[in-house]
């Protein structure tokens, strides 16, 4: 089987990994989204806990190849980019898994949260320093603009650490198993998200600064300090 560079194909091949994901995974009869599904090699198993499965796989080849492994009626594979990839058919919300290529990390995190209304939950691989940002707790070096993000809309959670050996092509970093689960409404609503969003990015865009010379886009700073 022939890898993509540039889609960032790292399989998960180790065994014993591919079966703690699967048996980490709390599936009850749901419909599933399987993005990248690869080689099959958790494909197979997700097919047979899933009600109805859809894999997304960007790679027309690899496609080919899992028609071939998997036919079957309650699977059905579909060859598309899954950041365009459209939610909007599905009758209830389904759970997300995939091993995530490391290169559109960030891009899916935001996909994830502009679709939430079709998804209960996730379980995802990625990088282990992208996960560990997405699961910080504050006061953290890790706590950062991406852990406020998600953790406004969804409860994250590391489930295990994966080394890179475990992957083929072996990847540059180690990986982490999470899991994310949306709230049905933000524990905390803000009267203007993008505002709130504008305004962390700022705060932590410099780090090393005093907070008000960082948020010095939204006012002076006699204004800022008053409001501070």
Do not use: W
């Not at 919300?93 to 935001?110: A, D, E, M, Q």
């Not at 080394?163 to 982490?176: E, I, K, L, M, N």
């Amino acid at each position: 089987m022939r890898f993509k560079k540039s889609f960032g194909q790292n399989f998960l091949r180790d065994k014993r990994f591919v079966n703690r994901v699967i048996s980490s995974m709390e599936l009850n009869g749901d419909i599933v989204i399987e993005i990248g599904p690869g080689s099959g090699q958790i494909t197979r198993h997700l097919a047979h806990k899933a009600r109805k499965l859809y894999c997304v796989e960007k790679d027309t080849n690899l496609i080919s190849l899992l028609k071939e492994r998997f036919a079957s009626d309650s699977t059905q594979f579909i060859n598309s980019d899954i950041l365009t990839f459209d939610l909007s058919f599905l009758k209830e919300k389904s759970v997300v898994f995939g091993n995530i290529p490391f290169n559109i990390s960030n891009r899916l995190i935001r996909y994830l949260i502009i679709n939430r209304e079709f998804i209960k939950k996730g379980y995802f691989t990625f990088q282990k320093e992208f996960a560990r940002k997405l699961a910080a707790s504050f006061h953290t070096k890790e706590y950062g603009y991406l852990s406020c993000l998600i953790q406004y809309y969804a409860d994250v959670k590391i489930i295990f650490d994966i080394p890179r050996s475990a992957f083929y092509p072996v990847p540059g970093v180690d990986a982490s198993f999470i899991t994310i689960k949306f709230f049905d409404k933000p524990q905390v609503r803000a009267k203007n998200e993008d505002f709130l969003f504008k305004l962390i990015r700022n705060a932590f865009s410099a780090r090393r600064k005093k907070i008000i010379n960082a948020l010095l886009g939204f006012g002076g700073k006699e204004y800022i300090s008053r409001v501070l």
